[in-house]
């Protein structure tokens, strides 16, 4: 084994982890060395089966050879290019594949390195067409309760995660949120999307109302909502946001971190929805959560609003110094390679009705008050345990990694999202992994 296997408790004070519970991690540490297609293998040589693809972002599954390949190749032949004023070929080829899958007229693509760097890209070109418009009024941002979008400033902004919040201040002014759309007592254990709730979408009017369209310059969502404990949109829904973006000239924003690149058995939610957005922000699958990458999916109108102006000026003053790096731009290429020949992004498709009987079949089993799935997504609510809410799911998740699976949860839900080339037999080996848990947990 290798110096760098050898990792003891002591070695782990240095690392302040990011969403982690330090203390209780560093106490047990739960640490994985290697991986390889739906399996990670864990410091004590464990193999344990993804249920999670990552971090929702291991489409393609682990180590799969022809993304290592490409990042191996493009570091040996161009490691970093100025992504200010200078090009590499690469990166311009990647734009064009990625509009080639977007949804019709998206077609121009915005390069970051992460799914909180793209909202707040998002956020910012949203304003910025306004005012090149000449509607440099409309600067209000929408967004909506129990949304994740990232952790940057614009994004907590607009996000309603409550913890994600209130430790940082007053955030972005001239921001509004229209309510979520978890209606339990009416949609409890639905299949795909639930039937009642689209009439929350007239919240977004009741808003307009307020403040006035000429203010707004945005509203943004999760088609489906994932890291808020996967929350569906109900039948219409979205259908509904969008006309009444469209009729009040607000753009619309979805934010498809997680359900782009075949989450939902359709390359993003909007084909999956019939439903376009304006703007759409990604990152995770893009680059098979390889290397840090982002993209924003922008349509022709709002790039070209910008292309206006004497030619040797900037016409978006925004970038980040990793926008399209080569090596990140390799491991898209190789993603998208991987994609297109297992046929990926659609494989969903023909798996949900598997995975959803799969799913539901934990109904009835210990702690389980809901169940909820869409394409490759599923979640397992669980009762909290009275006075201490999130434990009862948190020793699940510790549970299932003992046993063997990981899993996701959030609060008092477990969330499940594995790699897109997962078996049937996997499929019921996960869920197996997750009832034995269920039954041996308190
Ligand atoms: C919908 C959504 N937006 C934004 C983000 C933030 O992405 P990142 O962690 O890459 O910054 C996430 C991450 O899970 C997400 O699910």
């Known amino acids: 084994m290798s110096n760098r296997l050898k990792v003891t408790p002591n070695d782990l004070s240095a690392f302040w982890m990011p969403f982690t519970a330090n203390r209780q991690f560093k106490q047990a540490p739960r640490m994985f060395v290697s991986a390889k297609d739906m399996h990670y293998t864990t410091s004590d040589g464990r193999k344990v089966l993804d249920g999670t693809a990552g971090l929702w972002c291991v489409n393609a599954g682990h180590c799969r050879p022809k993304i290592t390949e490409a990042i191996q190749h493009q570091a040996a032949e161009l490691d970093y290019a100025p992504a200010f004023q200078m090009g590499h070929p690469i990166v311009f080829e990647l734009a064009n594949r990625l509009v080639d899958i977007a949804p019709k007229g998206m077609d121009h693509v915005f390069f970051t390195n992460s799914g909180s760097e793209s909202v707040d890209t998002a956020l910012k070109m949203a304003i910025a067409y306004h005012r090149v418009k000449g509607e440099g009024a409309r600067t209000r941002l929408i967004g909506r309760e129990r949304g994740y979008h990232g952790v940057n400033f614009g994004g907590i902004s607009v996000g309603g995660i409550v ?32 039937e009642y709730g689209a009439e929350l ?69 909007a084909d999956y929805f019939g439903v376009t957005p304006d703007i759409m922000t990604t990152a995770k699958g893009v680059s098979n959560g390889v290397i840090p990458m982002g993209a924003v999916f922008v349509k022709k109108e709002i790039h070209d609003a910008f292309m206006t102006g004497p030619e040797h000026m900037i016409e978006f003053f925004h970038g980040y110094t990793y926008s399209g790096n080569p090596i990140a731009c390799a491991a898209a290429l190789g993603t998208l390679d991987t994609y297109k020949e297992e046929g990926l992004l659609t494989r969903g498709e023909e798996l949900a009705p598997y995975w959803e009987d799969a799913l539901h079949s934990l109904k009835g089993e210990p702690h389980v008050i809901d169940i909820r799935n869409i394409g490759l997504i599923g979640a397992i609510e669980l009762a909290p345990i009275p006075g201490s809410p999130t434990k009862r799911a948190f020793s699940a998740f510790v549970k299932a990694f003992e046993r063997g699976a990981l899993i996701r949860t959030t609060g008092d839900i477990i969330a499940l999202s594995p790699p897109l080339i997962i078996t049937k037999g996997q499929i019921n080996e996960l869920i197996d992994h997750v009832r034995d848990v269920l039954r041996s947990i308190d």
């Open 163 to 194: 913890s994600n919040r209130k430790m940082f201040g007053t955030l972005l002014g001239g921001v509004d949120h229209m309510p979520h759309t978890h209606l339990p007592e009416k949609n409890a254990f639905s299949k795909g999307v639930p």
């Open 201 to 269: 979408a007239n919240e977004l009017e009741r808003i307009v109302t307020l403040h006035d369209a000429s203010t707004i310059a945005a509203v943004i969502v999760e088609p489906v909502a994932g890291s808020t404990g996967v929350i569906l949109p109900p039948k219409g829904y979205l259908q509904k946001l969008r006309e009444i973006c469209t009729k009040h000239g607000i753009l619309l924003i979805f934010d498809e971190v997680i359900t782009g690149f075949g989450r939902l058995g359709a390359p993003f939610a």
